[in-house]
Structures are given as C-alpha cells and as structure tokens.
C-alpha cells in the first residue's frame, strides 16, 4: 500500500522557518519525481516545487512565489522528502501536501502573528 | 503562467446520471514530445485529491470506467457516468505541460 505521511506543520508568525516532511512507503521512491503542492483555505491548489530523482541529478524547481524562499530536498534512503520553508509570509497559510501520482493526508501550515 | 479555466463552479447531478466537467487552457498543453500533460483529480471531502486521469484520458490504477476523459490542445472534459455517491467532491484538473503546472479552480459536484 502507498503510503505518504507529511508531518512538521503548525502556527508559526511571519518572518519565520518551518520544515515540512514526506515520509513515503509502498512504491519506488528512488526513482520518483517528488512534488509539494499547497492548497490555501479557499481551496485553491497551487503546485510550489519538484524535486527530480537522482538519475536527473535531483534536479529542483520551484514556483516564482516561493523561489528564494522554499527548499525541497529529499533522502532516498530514508524514502522522505522536505521542504523548508523560511521567511514565512501571512499568504503561505495553506495546507501543504506531498506528492507523486499519489498524495498524502497534507499538513496545514499557518503563518500568522 | 497557463490559466486553466474551469466549468461549471457547481455541478447539481442525480444519483445515477452523468456529468460533464470542461477545462480550458490558455494555451495549448501539447508538449514539444507530442505528449498533452493534462490531468484530472477528485478531492472528497474532508480528503485529499486523488488522480483520477492522466494525459487527457488515461484512468489511473483503480478509477473505475464510469470515468473517462477526453480532448485536445486547449479543451478538455472529464465525463462520469452512473454517478454514484463516493463520485461527490471537489474536481480539478492540472496541466504539466507547462512550467509551472498549474490548477483549474475546481468544480463541486453535489446532490440535485
């Protein structure tokens, strides 16, 4: 069974870091291309990075509103990917999930002072 | 960015009926391959998205054939037949052809 569990979410007040994880389990993660994708309380979904699998270098990209900002990173021997998220920004409130054809349960994130 | 519109916002159907849902790209969301990235999710409530169909009309592992998805270039439909009460939620599709990929705003499916 797939399986992908975020953890780290929380309320943080803006300026600050917070670090996601994707723990995964039941498929490949080695060669899977991992993604975040947020979901903001009026139920918009916006994809915010990818990270590539390691034949690809583990090459990264991001969203232009979290460039400079957001890091995804990912240890396939822990079958887990990150996000860091620094300088957090009131409009980053949002649930945040982790991704590959399958999603998980996602983690909400609250910024706010 | 690409803009993917979605229609209807809200989709009233009957238990056993069909419904159609459209999303229109801004552009076209044929890939240079040839390959056309646009996907099709189903967010239940209180869930997250699930993938429904990927590159306009292929049904991922599980999804039954009640769903079926079809089009082209910069218009597409997702179908669903004999809808049945666990087909109710929060419909969206994605296009990946382009960087970033990007959402359409959704479309509720509900109970008439």
């Known amino acids: 069974e797939v399986q992908l569990v975020e953890t780290g979410g929380g309320l943080v007040q803006p300026g600050k870091s917070l670090k996601l994880t994707c723990a995964t389990s039941g498929f490949t993660f080695s060669t899977a291309w991992m993604h975040w994708v947020r979901q903001s309380p009026d139920k918009r979904l916006e994809w915010i990075a990818r990270?590539?699998?390691?034949?690809?270098?583990?090459?990264?990209d991001y969203v232009e509103s979290v460039k400079g900002r957001f890091t995804i990173s990912r240890d396939d021997s822990k079958s887990s990917v990150y996000l860091q998220m620094n300088s957090l920004k009131e409009e980053d409130t949002a649930t945040y999930y982790c991704t590959t054809d399958y999603w998980g349960q996602g983690v909400m994130v609250t910024v706010s002072s | 960015d690409v803009v993917m519109t979605q229609t209807p916002v809200s989709l009233p159907v009957s238990l056993g009926g069909q419904a159609s849902i459209s999303c229109r790209s801004s552009q076209s969301l044929v890939h240079s391959n040839g390959n056309t990235y646009l996907h099709w999710y189903l967010q239940k409530p209180g869930q997250s998205p699930q993938l429904l169909i990927y590159r306009v009309s292929n049904r991922f592992s599980g999804v039954p054939d009640r769903f079926s998805g079809s089009g082209s270039g910069t218009d597409f439909t997702l179908k669903i037949s004999r809808v049945e009460p666990e087909d109710l939620g929060d419909y969206y599709c994605l296009q990946s052809t382009h960087f970033p990929p990007t959402f359409g705003s959704g479309t509720k499916l509900e109970i008439k």
């Open positions: 990270i590539k699998d390691k034949s690809n270098n583990y090459a990264t």
